[in-house]
């Protein structure tokens, strides 16, 4: 009886552990978007005020997304060709509440674990 007991107590220790872990699902840290969707946001951005894709605030530190301004060929994630008109998407630059954080880099762009 005893060993039943025991056995019992060690699987709802294991199941509570196990709930208590932080579950990721591949999604950044305090970010709303997972990261494989979060890699896809590269090309033609345009900034808006109302109506956005995305509302993004731009950080100096611990950023989902880097981001690199080019000029031509925004082809790698957080590669980032800003324009006025026909965008792949719309991004609304926010203070508080954003969907991600990003941080304009010159190398290595793209999603931070």
């Known amino acids: 009886m005893n060993r039943r007991v025991a056995s019992g107590v060690g699987f709802l220790s294991a199941i509570t552990f196990a709930?208590?872990?932080p579950q990721t699902d591949g999604i950044a840290s305090?970010?709303?978007i997972p990261m494989k969707d979060l890699a896809k946001i590269r090309g033609k951005?345009?900034?808006?005020?109302?109506?956005?894709?995305?509302?993004?605030?731009?950080?100096?530190?611990f950023a989902d997304l880097h981001v690199q301004k080019v000029t031509s060929f925004p082809d790698g994630p957080g590669k980032?060709?800003?324009?006025?008109?026909?965008?792949?998407?719309k991004i609304q630059i926010v203070d508080s509440f954003p969907d991600f954080k990003i941080k304009y880099v010159t190398s290595f762009p793209g999603v931070q674990n």
């Open 30 to 32: 305090n970010c709303k």
């Open 80 to 89: 980032w060709q800003i324009v006025d008109s026909f965008p792949d998407y």
């Open 45 to 61: 951005i345009q900034f808006v005020t109302s109506f956005p894709d995305y509302k993004v605030q731009v950080v100096d530190s």
């Open 19 to 21: 709930l208590l872990l």
